[in-house]
């Protein structure tokens, strides 16, 4: 189950009168936007989260996988059954952007940093934003209460219930998600560097930890458990790393940060220090040191 965040302003009304989500293959130009061509990829089960003038206005679930209509044509578009469930408090972006934008990819983020949306159709939203959502949901509509522990039997009105369903489902299929990813990345990555920190050589796992070079947030799901994507390493190396005052080269020499040099000694980190990468991690190093790395 994958998540998105649909920017539809003018369209919301008729797109939900329909119980649709559609975008046309091409535009005007002839090409075809990324955020309009994502709708091919919509499966069913998917949730989606529905952006209208600042505000978070829907939540919907995709009921069946996205089909081509008039495929070839001028008028071609990708179009999804979505069952809607409109809010009855809307969600203003911009006041809460200070929770969410931890939560944004670097690339394809449906919301800038000061919390105005970006232009286009269907933008992805990752796991952690998604939950970030679901705590936003939860506090404005019952605020203190326990939503997500009720049991189906408390819930009486049918709107209610179809409301606290869809945040039950969707957050135990998100930590599913989570927890089963995050478990094969780290069983991926203790074989790959053999159970021990790869600067240091600390073997003692409850001082290890599988960190990506290029984090959930910003990665597809085959990169999120990539062993490439990433390197065992002790807790404070770690943290280092997923901070940026450390990173490698593609041939896994060892960088520092301008900001950490005079404490690098403190950390048994020296220049020119080398870990064991190879080429499969030389895309992700790069990631991380374009991205992430002060330096």
Known sequence: ?????????????????????????????????????????????DRTFHYVKGQLVAVGTIQEDAQEVDGGSTTGFWSAPCEYLELDDPIDIGSHIDILVGHLPIKYAAFQPDGNGNSGYLYPCNESLTLAFLALLAA??????????????????????????????????????????????????????????????????????AVYSKPWKDSMDAERVDAANGVILCANHAALYENGQIAFTGAGTLRISPALSEQASTFGLKKYMRIAANDENVEYFRWHRNNLFNG
């Open 1 to 45: 189950m994958n998540s998105y965040i649909v920017m539809q302003g003018e369209t919301f009304i008729e797109e939900k009168r329909l119980g649709i989500l559609k975008a046309a293959m091409k535009d005007k130009a002839g090409t075809t936007p990324h955020s309009w061509e994502r709708v091919k990829s919509l499966k069913k089960g």
């Open 140 to 209: 404005s509509k019952w605020q203190q209460i326990e939503q997500l522990e009720f049991s189906y039997d408390a819930i009486r009105t049918e709107k209610y219930n179809s409301m606290t369903a869809w945040m039950m489902d969707t957050e135990y299929l998100v930590r599913k998600k989570l927890s089963d990813f995050k478990e094969l990345f780290t069983k991926r990555q203790m074989e790959r560097w053999g159970a021990s920190c790869a600067i240091c050589g600390t073997d003692n796992k409850a001082l290890l930890k």
